[in-house]
């Protein structure tokens, strides 16, 4: 069963259980009600096996050639330069004889990138209406405010909101970053479990400014931020929103609590974040909930348990690349690391947990290893003669003082 699949499996037997209807099934998982229909009749006399699909593997009866692809990717790029997409369309299929629909040719087109004439629209928005479910998505954000007043230096709250039911999740930080996105997730998928999808801003700890490399490129892979790379390996889908407003209830949520959330803290007297977490999760946020919160349209609850075998530790944490000495030795912040098992590889994984611990992987074994304190320095240069000039020794010419004062002296 591939990923996509497996998301589905909650949501079919939210049907089968009576809990949600076809239709809102058919528009959670972007499927047709009769094709709902269809897979909770197969999961109810198969069971899990019928949500896989039986084409998979073999290629499709209607799939246009390559010869033909690469003949029209051909004449786009010379005689329809600049053409776009439905007017290439049109003109492939007067003159050339070749049909095509616009929307293969713009996907096309943008594989290969060939560039064309896009028109530009007003950005225009609109009142989006709440998703059905709960845990079918999540929206998150940092919120820099000074939260504990002058009691505190400047920290960040990071704020979850259910987009269904508007109920609330947030922890105190003293950055916004990878960490503490890390962090917050994890504790919120222990307590909710695994949500749907998330909804989250540009921020460089949620969108990787990284530009791909050609071996990424070639291969049409587009680079992901770490925290990108944990949602992806617990099938989250991942929603970059292109304006502060698109994710509106979490934006909003925030001037709520920057103005009630500061002044019970204020009446706590509360100045450390230790003691504002404990309580944020043991007073404010289930009483927050219980006010502000509303009843989704539909019962059900789409938050996947999380499973024994996911390793949380390996998957919320920072993953880099390393180069494997000669010498078993790898290099990290400045830092020297000696492999104390011998491994055929040019690269390692070296994981650094949320606590700061390191690990060292090669593919799913973990290697043993130890600090190097201190590497032998190279030794010094020996200081040149004063009778050497660019790494050659210097020969006085004949009218060279020096010669000249000997001469004196012996005579």
């Not at 002058?150 to 960490?179: Q, S, W």
């Not at 989250?200 to 791909?212: I, M, Q």
């Not at 992901?224 to 099938?235: G, H, I, N, P, V």
Request: aromatic share 10%; net charge positive; charged share 30%.
């Amino acid at each position: 069963m591939s990923r996509k699949e497996f998301t589905r499996t909650p949501v079919v037997y939210s049907v089968i259980n009576k809990q949600i209807t076809q239709q809102d099934a058919a528009n959670i998982l972007s499927l047709s009600r009769r094709q709902i229909i269809r897979l909770v009749k197969k999961v109810r006399q198969k069971g899990d096996i019928a949500l896989v699909h039986n084409s998979r593997g073999r290629p499709s009866n209607r799939a246009i050639t390559l010869d033909i692809k690469n003949r029209i990717l051909a004449l786009c790029s010379t005689k329809y330069q600049g053409f776009g997409p439905t007017f290439a369309s049109e003109k492939l299929f007067e003159i050339e004889k070749l049909s095509l629909h616009p929307d293969t040719l713009r996907r096309w087109f943008r594989e290969a990138g060939i560039e064309y004439k896009k028109r530009k629209t007003k950005t225009h928005r609109s009142w989006r209406q709440r998703k059905g479910s709960y845990g079918e998505m999540v929206q998150l954000d940092g919120s820099h405010h000074p939260w504990l007043e002058n009691r505190h230096p400047k920290c960040v709250l990071m704020g979850y909101i259910d987009d269904a039911t508007g109920k609330v999740y947030g922890r105190f930080y003293n950055y916004e970053g990878t960490i503490p996105a890390m962090d917050s997730f994890k504790r919120y998928i222990k307590k909710y479990g695994i949500p749907q999808s998330i909804y989250l801003d540009k921020h460089s700890t949620y969108k990787s400014t990284k530009k791909p490399t050609i071996e990424d490129e070639l291969a049409n892979i587009k680079a992901q931020s770490q925290f990108e790379r944990a949602l992806k390996t617990l099938d989250v889908n991942v929603i970059h929103a292109n304006s502060p407003q698109a994710k509106g209830r979490v934006e909003r949520s925030f001037n709520t609590h920057q103005d009630r959330l500061v002044k019970e803290l204020r009446l706590k007297a509360i100045s450390n974040l230790k003691d504002a977490n404990r309580f944020l999760q043991t007073y404010y946020i289930p009483k927050h909930n219980r006010k502000f919160a509303v009843t989704a349209s539909n019962k059900a609850n789409l938050h996947r348990p999380v499973l024994k075998r996911l390793n949380l530790n390996r998957i919320f944490c920072i993953k880099n690349k390393v180069c494997l000495r000669n010498d078993f030795t790898i290099q990290y912040k400045n830092r020297f690391y000696q492999v104390l098992e011998p491994i055929r590889a040019k690269q390692l994984t070296i994981e650094e947990s949320l606590t700061g611990t390191l690990s060292i992987y090669h593919k799913d074994t973990k290697l043993k290893y130890k600090l190097i304190d201190k590497r032998p320095q190279k030794p010094k240069a020996l200081p040149r003669s004063r009778y050497t000039f660019g790494g050659k020794r210097f020969i006085p010419p004949k009218n060279h003082p020096y010669r000249l004062f000997k001469l004196r002296k012996a005579s």
